[in-house]
């Protein structure tokens, strides 16, 4: 595998569910960011780690759960969500948080549906 | 409100044509500029950057423009494939307090390159 993987592409769950999303990165990176991304609306960042450590949690319901075991897994673990949570989500990773060319790479997402 | 705009949702163009994206954006202390391609069903692709001291930068078939006075930026696509087909995503990123740089993302753009 290379780049960036997500699993699963997609998935169904209840309000009642709880699911984790993974996310791998095979790039050496030190930092991974969980994005949202919902119909017409730009890309939103969730969450940044960088070595392990979140560095910016962008005032995200507690209903969502970041997990970084190490620099190439993260985790998004849900519970308890609502429709309006129904999202494309992105996981990427990039060399570094600072550096001032730092290119993002994606995974391919996971699309979720709240039902 | 949104620090980075695409103003146009859709723009179409004939094969073999320029195909020309268009950004706009409000905060002055961006540094770097991405442009991304996605395809449906797929995560973001890095397509193409430029440092805040460039002005202009060429790979292959793409450029990218910048005119910081105007706080514009845009993505040369010539000539035109229909395999460019695909919503180009404007980010934008600056070097945040604490040290920490955060991409910025417009809502897109959907290129239909007719054959």
């Known amino acids: 595998e290379t780049g960036v993987t997500q699993t699963p592409r997609h998935l169904v769950m209840g309000m009642t569910n709880k699911k984790s999303l993974k996310c791998e990165q095979h790039?050496?990176?030190?930092?991974m960011y969980w994005y949202k991304q919902s119909a017409k609306k730009p890309l939103e960042l969730m969450f940044v780690?960088?070595?392990?450590?979140?560095?910016e949690n962008n005032s995200v319901p507690s209903r969502f759960s970041p997990e970084c075991p190490n620099s190439s897994h993260l985790f998004l673990h849900l519970h308890t969500l609502q429709p309006e949570d129904s999202a494309l989500y992105l996981c990427?990773?990039?060399?570094?948080?600072?550096?001032?060319?730092?290119?993002?790479?994606f995974g391919p997402g996971t699309r979720l549906t709240v039902l | 409100d949104q620090q980075v705009k695409q103003n146009s949702p859709s723009l179409s163009v004939q094969e073999g044509r320029i195909s020309i994206l268009n950004c706009d954006y409000t905060n002055s202390m961006f540094d770097y500029f991405l442009w991304y391609k996605k395809y449906p069903a797929e995560g973001p692709t890095f397509l193409i950057s430029i440092s805040s001291i460039k002005d202009k930068n060429e790979d292959g078939r793409f450029t990218v423009f910048l005119n910081k006075s105007a706080k514009h930026l845009s993505l040369h696509i010539v000539p035109s494939q229909p395999g460019d087909s695909a919503v180009y995503f404007c980010?934008?990123?600056?070097?945040?307090?604490?040290?920490?740089?955060?991409?910025?993302f417009g809502k897109g753009t959907k290129l239909t390159v007719n054959p």
């Open positions: 980010a934008a990123s600056a070097l945040e307090w604490g040290g920490s740089e955060k991409l910025v």
């Open positions: 780690y960088s070595l392990e450590e979140r560095v």
């Open positions: 990427a990773s990039s060399q570094d948080i600072t550096g001032g060319t730092n290119t993002q790479y």
């Open positions: 790039l050496g990176h030190n930092a």
